[in-house]
C-alpha cells in the first residue's frame, strides 16, 4: 500500500531509497530532498508492507493528464519481489494519467519494458551512460 511519506523524507530508509534512484551521482540525495520540500507538486510515496517501508516512488503531475516518475527505489533485500510494479499500478490507479513517463538508466530500464511501457534512447546525456525515455500509455494498456 502506498502511504505519502513526503513530510518524513529525511528519516533514514527514505534517504537511502532515495540515494538507490539517484544515479550516477548518489551525493545528490540532500538536493532531491531540497527540490520535495519546495516543490508542492512533486509527490513521494511509500511503499508500505507490515508497517516497513520498502520501496518509495516520486513523481509530479503535469500537463494533459501525464504523470511522470521522478524517482522509483526498492530497498535491495526487497527487490524482485513486485513492489515497484505495485508501486506503479497504485500510481496509476490514484492519479489515473493518461500517459505514464519516466527517464532512467540502462540498469533500470528492464524494469519498466517488463512492465509494458515503451523504450526509446536518448543517447549519452551524461558521458559513457545512456539514458532511456519510458512511456506507458494507459488508455492503450486497458483496451
Known amino acids: 500500500m502506498l502511504e505519502n511519506v513526503k513530510a518524513k523524507i ?11 534512484s539517484v544515479f550516477p551521482d548518489p551525493d545528490r540525495v540532500d538536493d532531491i530532498i531540497k527540490e520535495y520540500e519546495k516543490n508542492p507538486d512533486l509527490e513521494l510515496y511509500g511503499y508500505m508492507d507490515d508497517g516497513i517501508c520498502v520501496g518509495v516512488v516520486g513523481s509530479v503531475m503535469r500537463e494533459n493528464n501525464v504523470l511522470e516518475i521522478k524517482h522509483i527505489a526498492v530497498l535491495p533485500e526487497n527487490r524482485l ?3 515497484g510494479r505495485g508501486m506503479i499500478v497504485e500510481l496509476i490507479l490514484q492519479r ?3 500517459l505514464v513517463i519516466a527517464e532512467t538508466d540502462e540498469d533500470a530500464v528492464d524494469f519498466y519494458r517488463n512492465i509494458g511501457f515503451i523504450i526509446s534512447s536518448l543517447g549519452e546525456k551524461y558521458p559513457g551512460f545512456e539514458r532511456f525515455r519510458c512511456e506507458y500509455n494507459v488508455n492503450e494498456a486497458e483496451e
Do not use: Q, R, T, W
Request: aromatic share 12%.
Open 81 to 83: 519481489k513486485g513492489y
Open 96 to 98: 489515473k494519467p493518461d
Open 10 to 20: 529525511h528519516d533514514a530508509v527514505i534517504k537511502e531509497l532515495l540515494s538507490y
